[in-house]
């Protein structure tokens, strides 16, 4: 056989070579030879009496069938073969004149049909075959749910009206949608499960009245006999005949489902079941499902309210269902909560793509530094979406998918531009129409976008096979877009072509544009990244936006490395030969410089600079107060760049100026005043753009922090998935390490620790790339200790909390931030119930940084400081320190730093409760907290009456009477007392009246053994 010869099976054999087709030899088709051979192959080649086919093995829901394929009248032609075990000789000869367009002509009754049922031969094939073979059983039968169903009674309840069309690709679940349905319908379910077999009008009559027979085993029985091919005339008059018989037989509401519509495509069988639906019995509800978009006229049917409609964005799982979905496959490495989120949202929550996802990290030991990246390079994505969709097209519609797999959106006059023809319209109608991962945008001019997969997929068939086309390609588009004056669409592909020039002088006509209209700073930061050194040194105006920018986004040393590189060339050239940009570039590095070197932040330059510029640079001015920790005037100065931006339209700075002024607030503790300003400034910049540009994002994660600290966790993942959604794709890491950290934080609250500590080391997996101005790499394994000190494994988080200390890991020294540190110290020192240094560390803290830490308000150390007290029996200084944080917390609904201590305050909030002068709204506050410590600590009892008021008498015990206590415990004489703590021995007097009258003793022996039964510390 020659190298690129196909098997062919040709009179009743498969041939050993093309060339001896009257050669006996060979394999019989029907033999255990025959079958055997085809377990191992994917094609063959068919000759019959009417011409060549080619049959090829395809995979549908997991399971291999065959199709065979020929051209017809110049379009291609396909035929259902069946599983392996039914590829006989009968069969291919069936499939021939079925794709030659030839059919029987033989009259049948449905007395043919009542025949079969009884081992007879079928009506169904003495309609369209000649041959018998029999209708399959599990065709009529309602399919068995598959274990990994994800509920979804909000697509199920919608499934009330006499009629239900439901159409997306092959995997979105339509099929499991309605056996969840029908599971749990109060009515009776007919199902049948069409393939290419049942096209024809008589075959598909016959099959649904055959599924209707398995109900009511007379109905059809007076079906006139009808042709095979019959004219729609005939068809109606069958079709109202079975209507009258279910009117008849149906008493009781039912519903018919019709599976896998799209295999219908014979006109006479599309206008019966039309006149079907328009004359549906009242008993009747009818739901048809398919892959393609079903080809009835809709209108009427909507406006008479009997439709319900189902889609692809009705079936895409959400985030939560599809991090459900995975969650029930047996993947071979716990995946966090944000990587099967960042999952979900490649694959566009199709669950198809979701389980081969899950397929290919189980042959994975490890998943890498991206995810995203390793899903698109995917083996089974390639596999899938080139054998089952690409190698299914015409060649015409094949080209067009790969030459406009470059294109981010496409629209008919983009496609033409690109493709050099004219028929796009055509062809993105019928790709649209056949469901072929292809979203349609409303709007004067249809617009479309490919699925983010099968767009990867074709781009890389693309340069596989034509690498030489895709500069041209690119090059087009860039002049396409240039023509209807989108040149920021334009950049991206000037900058694939490698026209650095071309790419940069435009970007450097949008770029304050991409920021004051459109908000966004990633895809600007993306552009300048991906422009040599060299060319960017030669456009100041880009320099200052990119530096600005990264001042923000990324590491200060990123900055440092790529500022000293510019320099470094532009010195490199004799200063007569050097452009004026780059003597003003070599100026403004100077002035960066100082600004690096010494800690402080650009002055603006109102002669030099833009308005955009000088709005950032005084932002960055607020920035540096904010790293300082001094949030009162980090406050003053975005306030004031906000109002500022708001009046010029700015969008990007008033987001960044609006999202760190209201941290600011947050980590002071006022949560109202800042949920307040979110929703104020969400409203400015909807009414401004009329959408959520990235930097949006974080805004709604403040308000997921806001909702977890008042221990609303359900309402703080929803904000999180929100913020995470709308900047899919950042260029900095400081937004999704917030949302890493703040969603382990979560989870560990929701008693998920071991979840929180996955989604902390999948922060570490992010996509190296990205760089981060606000975090640091210890920063991660600070709060990875955190989380192990709270989950009790006190190894490992004194292993992390040494490794940051002292190095050890391998990375460049960073210095870690010195506030989370000493919070992170202190978590580990209560958890090792080395109370009396936490307590120190905590009093370090709280001095050092009075106005909060740099990622987390002061209520939270103060609330620790209280626990270390109380347990070491300062019952005085524990209750005046919790009031304290009560006092501030209330007004907030501020509840985590308080649940986050667990049992190691619980008495201590019961004595308040009982023993402090407190407001009505403190009071049922802290009472609150009670109750809700009561509830997560496994209803451990709660302490009796009598301890409470032992801890009051402690409690009543100030801190200076301690002092004296301790003293008097230690034999001095009240003489030596009051030199010691430097008072007169009237007041040493004093305070020893007032401790014999708390303690209710006469003496200081008594004083001392009434404290020490108290357990006060005064040993």
Not at 142 to 157: D, E, M
Not at 448 to 453: R, T
Not at 578 to 593: C, K, N, P, W, Y
Not at 788 to 809: C, E, H, I, M, S
Request: net charge neutral.
């Amino acid at each position: 056989m020659g190298k690129n010869a196909k098997p062919t099976v040709c009179n009743g054999r498969l041939q050993s070579t093309l060339h001896n087709k009257n050669n006996e030899s060979g394999i019989l088709v029907g033999s255990a030879a025959w079958f055997a051979w085809l377990a191992e192959q994917q094609r063959f080649v068919f000759s019959g009496e009417h011409g060549r086919f080619t049959a090829r093995r395809e995979m549908r829901r997991g399971q291999p069938y065959w199709y065979a394929y020929r051209r017809r009248e110049g379009k291609l032609r396909k035929a259902y073969l069946g599983r392996a075990d039914g590829l006989t000789l009968t069969c291919l000869h069936e499939a021939d004149a079925k794709l030659a367009g030839l059919g029987q002509h033989r009259s049948v009754t449905l007395d043919d049909l009542a025949t079969a049922k009884n081992g007879g031969e079928t009506a169904v094939s003495l309609l369209t075959t000649p041959s018998p073979a029999a209708i399959v059983n599990t065709k009529l039968h309602v399919p068995i749910q598959p274990k990994s169903l994800i509920r979804r009674p909000h697509l199920t309840n919608q499934l009330t009206t006499p009629l239900t069309l439901i159409h997306a690709p092959d995997g979105f679940g339509k099929s499991t949608l309605l056996t969840q349905w029908a599971a749990t319908s109060q009515n009776l379910v007919v199902w049948v499960t069409l393939d290419a077999n049942d096209d024809a009008p008589a075959h598909l009559w016959h099959i649904i009245i055959a599924a209707l027979q398995t109900v009511w085993p007379a109905c059809g029985q007076r079906l006139l006999p009808l042709a095979a091919t019959p004219d729609f005339d005939q068809m109606k008059t069958a079709v109202t005949s079975l209507i009258n018989e279910i009117t008849a037989f149906s008493t009781a509401p039912f519903a018919l489902i019709l599976d896998d519509f799209h295999f219908i495509t014979q006109q006479i069988s599309l206008q019966s079941i039309h006149f079907l639906i328009n004359h549906l019995p009242s008993t009747m509800q009818l739901l048809i499902s398919g892959d393609t978009h079903l080809p009835f006229s809709l209108g009427q049917w909507r406006a008479a309210g009997i439709l319900t409609e189902l889609s692809i964005d009705d079936l895409r799982l959400t985030a939560q269902e599809g991090i459900a979905f995975l969650k029930m496959q047996p993947l071979t490495q716990s995946l966090s909560d944000a990587e099967m989120r960042e999952l979900v949202r490649q694959t566009n929550g199709w669950a198809a793509g979701l389980r081969l996802a899950a397929l290919s990290l189980r042959q994975r030991t490890e998943i890498g530094p991206s995810l995203s990246r390793l899903i698109r390079e995917d083996a089974y994505f390639n596999d899938y979406f080139v054998e089952n969709v690409l190698h299914q097209q015409e060649p015409h519609v094949q080209q067009f998918l790969l030459h406009t797999s470059i294109l981010k959106k496409v629209t008919a006059d983009l496609c033409n531009a690109v493709t050099k023809q004219e028929n796009s319209e055509q062809i993105l109608e019928h790709l649209w129409r056949s469901n072929l991962f292809l979203t349609r945008f409303g709007g004067d001019t249809a617009w479309y976008q490919y699925h983010a997969l099968f767009k990867a997929v074709l781009n890389r068939q693309l340069h596989h096979h034509h690498p030489e086309l895709a500069p041209t390609l690119h090059q087009r588009a860039a002049r396409w877009y240039q023509a209807n004056h989108a040149p920021d669409e334009a950049v991206q592909h000037l900058l694939a072509i490698s026209a650095w020039g071309e790419a940069a002088a435009l970007i450097e006509t949008v770029a304050l544009r991409e920021l004051h209209d459109k908000g966004e700073d990633s895809r600007l930061l993306r552009w300048v990244q991906q422009l040599p050194v060299e060319v960017v040194q030669q456009h100041i105006s880009l320099l200052g936006t990119y530096i600005r920018l990264t001042n923000i986004a990324l590491s200060p040393t990123h900055q440092a490395q790529f500022l000293q590189q510019v320099e470094n060339n532009i010195l490199s050239v004799p200063e007569d030969q050097r452009s004026d940009d780059e003597t003003a570039v070599l100026t403004e590095i100077g002035r960066f410089h100082h600004m690096l070197v010494s800690g402080q932040t650009l002055s603006p330059v109102p002669s030099t600079l833009d308005n955009t510029f000088m709005l950032m640079d005084t932002f960055l001015r607020g920035v540096q107060f904010f790293k300082q920790r001094d949030f009162p005037n980090a406050e003053i100065v975005m306030e004031q760049v906000l109002e500022d931006a708001k009046i010029n339209g700015n969008l990007f700075v008033a987001l960044i100026a609006g999202g760190s002024l209201i941290f600011c607030g947050i980590l002071q503790g006022r949560l109202q005043q800042s949920e307040w300003k979110v929703h104020q400034l969400l409203r400015w910049v909807e009414a401004r753009a009329g959408r959520w540009p990235a930097p949006t994002s974080a805004l709604f994660s403040n308000l997921a922090w806001i909702a977890y600290e008042r221990d609303q966790l359900n309402e703080a993942l929803q904000w999180l998935g929100k913020a995470s959604d709308i900047d899919p794709n950042p260029t900095s890491s400081n937004m999704p390490l917030l949302i890493h950290i703040l969603q382990a934080r979560i989870q560990a609250a929701q008693g998920d620790i071991a979840a929180g500590l996955a989604t902390l080391r999948a922060a570490f997996n992010l996509n190296p790339d990205m760089h981060s101005g606000l975090w640091t790499r210890h920063d991660l394994m600070l709060y990875q200790a955190l989380l192990y000190a709270r989950k009790g494994d006190l190894v490992q988080a004194n292993r992390l909390l040494a490794t940051v200390q002292f190095g050890g890991d391998g990375e460049t020294a960073v210095t870690p931030s010195a506030d989370i540190l000493l919070l992170v110290l202190a978590e580990i020192q209560l958890a090792q119930k080395e109370y009396d240094e936490a307590e120190k560390t905590l009093r370090q803290l709280v001095h050092r940084f009075p106005y909060g830490l740099l990622t987390e308000p002061l209520l939270r150390p103060l609330v620790m400081l209280a626990a270390a007290l109380f347990a070491q029996n300062k019952v005085n200084q524990a209750q005046k320190m919790m009031e304290k944080a009560l006092r501030m917390a209330v007004a907030e609904g501020w509840k985590r730093p308080f649940l986050e201590r667990g049992t190691q305050i619980a008495s201590l909030l019961i004595l308040i409760v009982h023993t402090s002068r407190l407001t009505a709204e403190t009071r049922r506050f802290t009472q609150q907290l009670v109750d809700t410590l009561h509830q997560t600590t496994a209803g451990e009892p709660a302490p009796p009456p009598a301890a409470i008021a032992q801890l009051a008498i402690a409690a009543a015990i100030s801190e200076r009477e301690l002092e004296v206590l301790r003293l008097v415990s230690a034999g001095l004489s009240n003489q030596a007392i009051a030199v010691r703590m430097m008072i007169t021995v009237s007041t040493v007097n004093t305070y020893l009246k007032n401790i014999y009258r708390k303690l209710d003793v006469h003496s200081r022996t008594e004083a001392v053994l009434r404290a020490q039964a108290l357990n006060l510390p005064i040993s």
